[in-house]
């Protein structure tokens, strides 16, 4: 009895050292799904006061010599919590922050990692598209958050990827992709060679509806080709930490094939971007969560896309 209250004591206050070392922000909780590879899933919820924007899957993985962390949150505080995260499980230097595109809920985090040996890595597009949208994203996120996005700012890769790139970690290699315009136009996928997991950042969602901020078009060529990779893991943006050997792929090429089709059915037809947009208004898809709120913005970003195809 005794010795189990001074384990569960002990390890109470290593979370608040912890804690109180990283601005007092408590370890985000992290899932290994394969030896040295953690994974935090993030709530699937739009950004809001009670999230604390806490909405997207982050990650880290454990090398030999350093770590690599995949995806940082949505505010400063919350790339904290990742930190303090990443320092329950190993005091190797983080040397790498990978951002898998520039959406405000996996890039503002990075600000929690400045200063040490890290080197910050994107999509070669990734800087212009988020330097359009940087001041945007942080009013929102403040106006959202209030104190809890204090410090919140966009810091951009430099390490930037045109093709592919491998990042050594010591005893353990990550390969590094970039894809055409599909879920952005600065999508990045990491690949763990050791323990065959994929990162796919939100070129795959899992749970959450997809949101196209891309092209369709291109986002269904990049499924033909994630779906033909042999993976033993898969770490989707937002939704389970692991959704290898499911359905996650297929359902979500259904979901954006089906998008795709009815937009280009209503252009056929005649119809106008309101009303394809207003046909969609509250529409629950099925199996899907937030449809009501993404479903309305995927039709008019297919719309904008698909109007002039041949
Ligand atoms: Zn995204």
């Known amino acids: 009895m005794l010795p189990e209250l001074v384990r569960r004591w002990a390890g109470l206050w290593l979370a608040l050292a912890v804690a ?182 939100d070129l795959l969602f899992d749970a959450h509806l997809p949101v196209i901020d891309g092209s369709v078009v291109g986002w269904l060529k990049v499924l033909d080709q994630l779906e033909q990779r042999p993976v033993r893991h898969l770490v989707p943006g937002h939704g389970r930490a692991d959704v290898a050997g499911t359905d996650a792929l297929a359902r979500e090429r259904a979901y954006l094939a089906d998008v795709a089709a009815t937009v280009r059915k209503a252009i056929r037809g005649g119809q106008g971007l309101r009303a394809v947009i207003d046909a969609g208004e509250g529409k629950a898809m099925a199996g899907w969560q937030l449809s009501e709120a993404f479903h309305p913005r995927n039709l008019s970003a297919a719309y904008t896309e698909l109007e002039w195809e041949d």
């Open 20 to 201: 109180s070392a990283w601005g007092a922000k408590a370890p985000l909780a992290v899932d290994e799904i394969a030896p040295g590879v953690f994974v935090h899933r993030g709530e699937v919820a739009e950004m809001a006061a009670d999230n604390g924007g806490d909405i997207a899957n982050l990650s880290f993985v454990v090398g030999e010599r350093c770590v690599a962390v995949i995806d940082t949150g949505s505010t400063a505080a919350i790339g904290q919590a990742l930190l303090a995260a990443v320092r329950l499980k190993t005091g190797l230097p983080v040397c790498y922050v990978i951002n898998t595109h520039m959406h405000f809920d996996h890039v503002f985090g990075n600000a929690a990692f400045e200063g040490g040996e890290a080197r910050f890595v994107g999509n070669q597009r990734l800087p212009a598209s988020l330097s359009a949208r940087a001041d945007g994203f942080v009013q929102r996120v403040t106006e959202t958050l209030g104190d809890a996005a204090a410090g919140t700012r966009a810091v951009y890769p430099t390490v930037l990827v045109d093709r592919d790139s491998t990042l050594d970690l010591g005893g353990r290699r990550l390969k590094v992709e970039a894809w055409p315009t599909a879920h952005t136009d600065n999508d990045l996928t990491v690949y763990d060679e050791k323990t065959g997991t994929l990162w796919t950042g």
